[in-house]
């Protein structure tokens, strides 16, 4: 008698999904992507339908073959994402992708669950960016509410002289998305939850997560966030929970967050697993991976604390060569089978140690291999 696999419908066929279908596998999990182009990384290792959001007919042949749908993608139309919850479960809810996908009803969703946020405008016309710039003052950022993500879609205003720079760059923008002009946070670092929450309500956090960014692309992340009080750790963690309590999401998400003086401020919430927790899947009892898989599924979700302290190095653009982190203990390597292009993520790298001491040396060491040691500079400084 053969038995039926449970097989987990994945939107979106990039490293997400490739790492989802990775952590799915052990538990005899299989999964089925779908993607509008064909050489979509994460056909490597899972199933792969080529088709486009619109294709109903192709969504509802996807829809009769899983058990579950949920995203590798945010930007899934809300549309594609509704159209399918009439078909089967979709997790996390159409109505929460809907939120996190606009910084104006992210923000507001923050603000209502006591999350402050940094000021914030919405701009429709370069009347209204005068008015916001005349308001918030500069600098400032001026980021189109939808479809922006790892920095696209945003202008830095230094002075109020670059109004007419920043409608030029995102002015057409405006009438499509949707623009918010945000006041730049000059924050003393960034820090994300990584969360989940599972069907039945249950809610489990792995420990903060301190992120530095190059032009708005992740480039590092370190785990346990060092430095961080009990204080900071359960506010963060709190506000996390409370916002997928409201949403009544399942799955995993990420709040990425500014930490300025003692205050939190929310800056976006990524509805689906992060890059800010690659690390979990080295680092962690159980990675964010296969935590989502479980809660999508409605199986018990897994331990989320960590097995010491641990890095992750984004690689950008292309891939450097492997040798010196595979030559470290406890160094791991991912290439997530892409093609290299500029400021593409094609692959990352996790360090772990028992202790902040033995890790440092061990990006140092890497550091220098790779000759990429600013990439490693922030952490090896803060562990030093
Ligand atoms: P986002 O796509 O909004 O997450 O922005 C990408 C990165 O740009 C953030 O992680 C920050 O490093 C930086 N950034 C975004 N918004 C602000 C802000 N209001 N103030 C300062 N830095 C920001």
Known sequence: MSRKLPTVGILGGGQLARMLTLAAAPLGIRTLVVDGTSDACAGQVAELIVADWSDDA????FARRVDVVTFDFENVPAAAAERLAGLVDVFPNPRALAVAQDRLSEKTLFRETGLDTPEFETVDTREDLVRAVARIGAPAILKTRRLGYDGKGQFRLKTADDIDAAWAALGEAAGKHGLILEAFVPFDRELSVVAVRGRDGSFRAWPLTRNWHVDGVLSLSLAPAPGTSDELEQ????????????????GVFALELFVRGGDLLGNEMAPRVHNSGHWTIEGAHTSQFENHIRAVLGLPLGDTGVRGASAMLNWIGDMPDPAPVLSVADGHWHDYGKEARPGRKVGHATLCAADAGSLRAKL???????????????????LG
Do not use: C, F, M, N
């Open 58 to 61: 192709a969504l509802a042949d």
């Open 364 to 382: 140092a060491e890497v550091g220098v291999g790779l000759g990429r040691e600013s990439q490693v500079a922030p952490a090896v400084e803060l």
């Open 235 to 250: 506010a963060a963690t709190a506000h996390a929970r409370a916002i997928a309590e409201k949403l009544d999401y399942v």
